[in-house]
């Protein structure tokens, strides 16, 4: 998985490409880890996320915990958002 980070200001986007998976889950938590506290909204664009696995949402979930809420997911396609869906983590996570 490819990870682009883009910093404006107090927001972050993080644009996600190929598998998020047990292998590569770890990239996104070093990405998270790495936030300043300065930062106040993070928007994770999943236009070329292709899969996403218990291991992804895990990470997903910290995120949204880290920003107290302020977390996005966007451009989820059909079968990631199909994911979301059978786990029910579309109910908590905001998505545009």
């Known amino acids: 998985m490819d990870i682009k980070k883009e910093m404006n200001t107090s927001k972050v986007t993080l ?13 996104l938590k070093a990405e998270l880890d790495s936030l ?13 996320l292709e899969y996403i696995s218990s291991a992804g949402i895990r990470q ?9 809420g302020n977390l996005a997911l966007s451009n989820v396609s059909a079968e990631v958002m199909s994911v979301l869906k059978m786990t029910g983590i579309n109910n908590v996570l905001k998505i545009k």
């Open 15 to 27: 644009s996600l490409k190929g598998w998020l998976d047990t292998q590569t889950a770890p990239a």
């Open 36 to 48: 300043e506290s300065n930062i106040t909204e993070l928007e994770i664009n999943c236009a070329e």
């Open 60 to 68: 997903l979930v910290a995120a949204h915990t880290k920003m107290n």
